[in-house]
């Protein structure tokens, strides 16, 4: 278990209550799209390590995340489905669900843990990415939301909106990478070799007719 140090800035602001939580959420992100919900079970244990000289190697904090589903997540594969997966990223630290194919409400029941080695501050964010999986081509980006830690309850379950926001993965607001390294979605790659594909077959098609008429 990796154990957290400094945390990302926060972008989001929030309360104790649920509730109002997410009400400031969708408020702070009407310029993104909503793309979805996850629901998510997060449990905060304080730990006094200041009372017990022999528990001083235990975390000060650990947080416990169950990802238990999602609803209604945008369609990135051409079927009208997507592969969808979820990123939870505390600071330096990543975990990752397992992937669940064709289907735009997965169920997960997976559980994640983070431990802070020091007291929770205002600094400290949760960060909740959904993609979904391509085998061939990038994964693509589905929605993400993020919440400060302090202040969440000891135990809470809730549903969280998810958000697409264009100019955090939109390849055009990349430019300090290189060209060759940018990976343009799969739905991009699709619609632009279509035409191309269906003006090649139509030329071929017009070829070979004009070739067997008398």
Known sequence: ??????????????????????????????????SGSVCLQITT????????N???????????ICVISAEKLSSKDVNGTSDPYFKLIVGDVTHTTTIKDCTLNP?????????????????????????????HISDEFIGDFEIKIKGLEPQMKESFPLFYNEEKYNPAYIKD?????????????????????LCIYKYSYYCIHRTLSP
């Open 54 to 64: 022999n528990n001083n190697d235990k975390p000060v904090v650990v947080i416990t």
């Open 177 to 197: 990478i290189p060209k060759d390294q940018i990976k343009l979605p799969g739905r991009f790659v699709f619609l632009f070799l279509s035409p191309l594909f």
């Open 45 to 52: 244990i304080q730990n006094n390590n200041n009372n017990n």
């Open 107 to 135: 169920v997960y029941h997976e559980t994640f843990r983070f431990e802070f080695d020091r007291e929770i501050t205002d600094n400290d964010t949760l960060i909740v990415e959904a993609w979904d999986h391509n085998k």
């Open 1 to 34: 278990v990796e154990t957290v140090g400094s945390v990302g800035k926060s972008t989001v602001d929030i309360v104790s209550s649920p509730v109002n939580l997410i009400k400031n959420n969708i408020i702070k992100s009407l310029s993104s799209t909503y």
